[in-house]
C-alpha cells in the first residue's frame, strides 16, 4: 500500500492509516472502514498539529539526545510528562541495560595558526573520547599510518604533536542537488522489490554490528593495525589525534568510540576530533609546503556514570473487551548522535509518533485493540533499545522462547526515515 503525502501533519494520519486499514484488511476483507474516525483524525491532525512544537522540545530544547547523556534523559523525562498531560495510559520510562556511560562535550574550542594567520576551527569531539583536560597548543603532523613502515618512519618525532590521521581526499563540487525526491515510477519500483522478496531475506541493519565513527573508534580487543596504530600514537606522547570525517561544506559528521562507555574501561585513548575537510585540507596543504602550523585547543568532555538506559513508552487502552489485549505499537529511536540536535535522526520519527499518539487521543476515536508508542534508546550503537524491549516483552530471540504479550502482538510500525514527508509504508 503506498500513501501519497503532500503535508507534514499528514504523517500521523498515514500511520493511522495503517493502522486502521491494514490491520484488519488482513483479518477481514469486507470490513468497514469507519470514515466519520479518519475525518476526525484528519481534523485534529491539520488543523490542530502539535508535531514541530513536539519537535522543538526535543531538538532545540533538549537535543543532542546521545544515549544517557543528561539530554537524553531530559528529553525522556519531558516527552513522558507531555503524554501524561494528554492524558495517555501507562506513561514511563521503561530501564533497560547496563549500556555503559553516558557522555557530553561541555566545551570545544579550536584554533589552526598558519605563517598567514589564525582561523577557527570547524569541529568537534568523537563521541566517548577524552578532552584535552585544558588549553593544550602544539604542532600539527599530517602522519596516515597504514603499515608498520609508515610507524616506523613517524617514531619519536610525534611528542606533544596533534597529529592528522588520514589520508587528504577530494572534495568535488556539486552541481546537482544531493537529495532528490523518488519519482512515481521509482517508488512502484521499490513496492515491487518489497513485495517480491520474503521477509528475512532483505538486507537491513539488524544485526548490523556496533558502529564505531572516528579515529579513536575501534573495538575494545580490535586487531591489527588500528589497534597497533593507537597504542602507537599513545605511546608517543599525542596531544590529540584529528581527522576528517565525511561530509564538505563545513558539515561534519561524527560517530563514537562505543569501548570507552564501559565501566571497566580505564584507560580512554586520546582526544580524537573530526574537523571539516576544507580546514583539514588547508592544514595539510599548508604542511606539505614545509611550513608550520600549530593548532590550539580546549576540548572539555564529561563522562556521565549513569549505566542503566531507558525506552519512552505510553500507550491508548482499546476499547473492544475482546481485542483490547491486542497490541498495535507506534516507535521511532529516541537517541541520537552528539554532532546537531539530532533532528532528522531521529527527532522527527519521534515527535511524528508522539503526534499520532495525541491526535489518536485527542480526536477521541474508538480504538478497539491497545495502541502503545515505543521510543528507543541506544538504536545509533546497535538498536540496543528495542532489542531489549523485545526480549523483555515478546521473545527472547537467542533462544525463541515466547513471553504471553507475543501472542497479542498485532503490528509495529516504525518511523526513521529522515527528512521529508513520507510517501508510503514498507513492510519488513
Ligand atoms: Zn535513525
Known sequence: MVLTLRHRPLIAVATLA???????????QQE????????????EGFQRSQVMNIMSWLTDVYGPRLTNAPGFRKAGEWAVKEMTSWGLSNVKLEPWGPFGKGWTNDKFYAMATTPGGSFPLTGMSTAWTPGTNGLVSGQAVHAVIETAEDMAKFQGQLRGKFVLTSALREVPALWTSPATR?????????????????????????????????PGGGRGGAQGIAAQRTQFFKDEGVVALISAGRGDGGTIFLGGNSANRQPTVTDLGLPAIVIAIEHYGRIVRTLEKKMPVTIEMDVKNTFHDD???????????????????????LGAHFDSWHGGTGATDNAAGSAVMMEAMRILKESGVKLRR?????LWGGEEQGLLGSRAYVTQHFADRATMTLKPDHAK???????????????????G
Open 307 to 329: 549505566p542503566q538506559s531507558f525506552n519512552v513508552v505510553a500507550e491508548l487502552p482499546g476499547t473492544d473487551t475482546a481485542l483490547a489485549p491486542e497490541l498495535v505499537m
Open 409 to 427: 502482538f498485532a503490528g509495529y510500525f516504525n518511523v526513521d526515515n529522515g527528512t521529508g514527508d513520507p510517501w508510503g509504508l514498507s513492510s
Open 32 to 43: 468497514k472502514v469507519d470514515l466519520e474516525s479518519v475525518y476526525r483524525i484528519k481534523e
Open 18 to 28: 495503517g493502522t486502521l486499514v491494514l490491520v484488519p484488511l488482513a483479518a477481514q
Open 182 to 214: 523518488y519519482t512515481d515510477q521509482q517508488l512502484a519500483e521499490l513496492r515491487r522489490e518489497s513485495d517480491a522478496t520474503p521477509r528475512g531475506q532483505r538486507g537491513g541493519r539488524a544485526g548490523a554490528p556496533e558502529r564505531q565513527g572516528g
Open 370 to 374: 491497545t495502541v502503545r508508542i515505543g
